[in-house]
């Protein structure tokens, strides 16, 4: 199966701006979905399709895919948005299954 | 408003058969494109998906679990119904529902509280 393949830490300094990637070769064929989890919380939707927000999302998130790698952007990070960060996507390899990243610790220094 | 809501016993013995409950509302399973899936997530590590069910009673499964792993639904109840087999430690974790709207790919836009489910004898 496909793999996604997240750094497991980034760090950014407040009020600048963050990418967080996703590689994949089903990312060639899938958008990514983000999510943002928080300690002790269950994941939240932040971007999905070409570049969707859910309703609530602030707009200061973003996503983006080039080839094999998605990117979520952060512009203007704040505070709260220190979490960690998933990616996930269909397999690519033909087979119906669904695959998520290692996660992406972000701090906001 | 979409809610899910996990059940289940929060703890088990090695070898038991865990059986876990996924109970919905704001959504129908009936409905065309509709989805709900499961996730894990180990103390301190990553998510890892589980297993999917579609309106039309398609099921897929994780592969390195698919022998352990059997999803079904309950339309008229609007349950998700997840049994693990032959459990161990290593499957301690919190296991999540989630509704997937199945839009340019596999979205889970809504969570489950989640339910940790401790493996020990």
């Known amino acids: 199966s496909s793999e996604l393949t997240q750094d497991p830490a980034v760090s950014v300094a407040l009020g600048q701006t963050v990418r967080i990637t996703c590689q994949g070769d089903?990312?060639?064929?899938?958008?990514a979905s983000w999510y943002q989890q928080k300690p002790g919380q269950a994941p939240v939707l932040v971007i999905y399709g070409k570049n969707n927000r859910p309703s609530g999302i602030p707009d200061r998130f973003s996503g983006s895919s080039s080839g094999n790698t998605a990117s979520l952007t952060i512009t203007g990070a704040q505070a709260e948005d220190e979490a960690d960060y998933y990616c996930n996507s269909r397999d690519s390899s033909g087979n119906p299954w669904v695959v998520f990243g290692g996660g992406t610790k972000l701090t906001v220094l | 408003q979409i809610t899910l809501k996990e059940s289940g016993p929060t703890l088990v013995k090695p070898t038991q058969t865990l059986t876990l409950t996924c109970t919905f509302s704001?959504?129908?399973?009936?409905?065309?494109?509709?989805?709900v899936g499961w996730i894990r997530q180990p103390p301190g590590k990553a998510l890892e998906w589980l297993a999917l069910i579609y309106w039309d009673d398609d099921k897929r499964y994780s592969p390195s679990l698919k022998s352990r792993l059997t999803i079904t639904k309950d339309t008229s109840k609007n349950q998700v119904v997840l049994t693990m087999t032959n459990m161990d430690p290593v499957d301690t974790a919190t296991y999540y529902c989630a509704h997937d709207r199945a839009v340019a790919g596999t979205v889970f836009d809504y969570w489950g509280q989640g339910t940790l489910v401790t493996v020990s004898s």
């Open positions: 089903s990312l060639r064929s899938y958008y």
């Open positions: 704001g959504f129908s399973l009936s409905t065309s494109g509709v989805g």
